[in-house]
């Protein structure tokens, strides 16, 4: 019994300890830089917001958050660097929808999005945007599949990179209505508007943000946004639910991990600083005219959100026969 009670009270006094030290490194963290690495190159989605983060959260924490551009191999060549770093909260990682997603399309990855990272916030999610010449005339989801059907192999849609989400959208929008509608992928978003402005692929599915401008000056016709609401940025653009046409919402994803392992106590002062940083409305505007909407959810809702959107995903990726080696 004696031995009992020692071995009880050892255990608890261990307890203590670690508690205390989780508490400690909270409290002295960050005491210098911290790196947060953009496995894409400067100026796309997921930098900008990632700069937007960087900036405001070295007021808040009051250590300098400093970018690292390191693209690659889709976003995978950062993504794997990042899951290499020492899970101290010095090194986090400004993840897109690619990093859920390029498990399934790649052959060889090094990184699981689950056990390599520790999820800290979806900071902002962006609907994706059907867009058509002002010739085609389609005014509408319906309406696009009916000239398609009309005009099987004719049609073509741009996408802006292999695997993101407008590209799957687009499979997915082929996949429900068994259309018989080209893909044609391009090395960015704005070289897909670009096409699409031209009439060379008639139809494009993007992100909205490269898209807002053409569809406000009216050089492009939005069709419909992907998404279970409209947005403040397009308020007139209908959702492909209002047009009857369920099942095609998709977003781009910006958020931020860290490396597996990180403590609890730094992620969740991460999460605390993030969902200050969403509610200022500088911030907020900022976000908005980029065509993004707040999200600043818990670590665990981000997880979720990981694990639901890759098992969705993972089904239109095999239907299409997607495959990057």
């Not at 919402?249 to 969902?275: F, K, N």
């Amino acid at each position: 019994m004696p031995n009992t009670t020692v071995a009880a009270r050892l255990l608890a006094l261990g307890a203590a300890l670690i508690a205390a030290t989780a508490c400690f490194a909270a409290d002295a963290y960050p005491d210098h830089k911290v790196r947060m690495i953009v496995p894409f190159a400067a100026g796309g989605p997921t930098d900008v917001i990632g700069r937007i983060v960087a900036e405001r959260l070295s007021e808040v924490l009051g250590q300098q958050i400093y970018v690292e551009n390191l693209p690659g191999a889709g976003g995978n060549l950062g993504v794997e660097e990042a899951a290499r770093a020492a899970p101290d909260g010095y090194t986090v990682l400004a993840v897109s929808t690619g990093f859920i997603i390029n498990p399934s399309m790649y052959s060889k990855i090094g990184y699981d999005p689950i056990k390599n990272f520790a999820p800290i916030s979806l900071v902002a999610a962006s609907p994706n945007v059907v867009t058509v010449h002002p010739s085609a005339a389609a005014k509408n989801l319906k309406e696009l599949v009916a000239l398609i059907k009309a005009n099987p192999g004719k049609f073509s849609f741009a996408q802006p990179a292999t695997g993101s989400t407008p590209h799957l959208a687009g499979e997915l929008f082929k996949q429900m209505f068994d259309l018989d509608l080209v893909m044609v992928p391009f090395a960015g978003a704005a070289l897909a508007v670009n096409s699409t402005l031209g009439n060379h692929t008639p139809i494009a599915f993007t992100a909205l943000p490269p898209a807002i401008g053409a569809i406000k000056d009216g050089s492009l016709r939005g069709i419909a946004i992907l998404a279970k609401q409209r947005v403040a940025a397009l308020p007139e653009l209908a959702t492909n639910i209002e047009e009857d046409v369920p099942g095609l919402e998709s977003d781009t994803l910006t958020g931020i991990v860290a490396p597996a392992g990180t403590p609890r106590a730094i992620v969740d002062q991460w999460h605390d600083a993030i969902v200050k940083m969403t509610a200022d409305s500088e911030v907020r505007n900022k976000l908005d005219a980029l065509g993004f909407v707040p999200v600043a959810d818990t670590p665990a809702e981000f997880e979720d959100r990981i694990k639901s959107e890759a098992a969705r995903w993972d089904k239109v990726i095999k239907a299409a026969g997607i495959h990057v080696d």
